[in-house]
């Protein structure tokens, strides 16, 4: 087991894929032993920042736990609020973006390929 406090692992930085403005990440995964096989992070978007659109190569889920924000899956857009999920597919284009008046705060959980040691 592996006790992760947050504030231990917590970056700020632009969000990945487009570098859309800033954010806060949680890559609470990170400190897990290698190898781990799966990614669990919390993000915070800022006003007007995205998780640029981008294909993945696994399913993967954006849980909503503030704030308000569009999710695009290959062209399809949706309103995810607190409580919301969306769960992604592989092989889609996919991203995330905040809007409203707070910050945008996502867990986001999926899985790591396998290393080719096994």
Known sequence: MVVV???????RESPPHGAIGMSTAYRISDAAPQPRRMEFRRRVLDAGSAIGAHPIAHDEVYYVTSGTGVVISDGVEAVL?????????????VGIRQTGEEPLALIIAYPVAPSPQG
Request: glycine share 10%; charged share 25%; net charge negative.
């Open 5 to 11: 406090d947050e504030n231990d692992v917590m970056v």
């Open 81 to 93: 609020r607190p409580g919301m999920a969306a769960y992604l597919y592989e092989g889609a284009v």
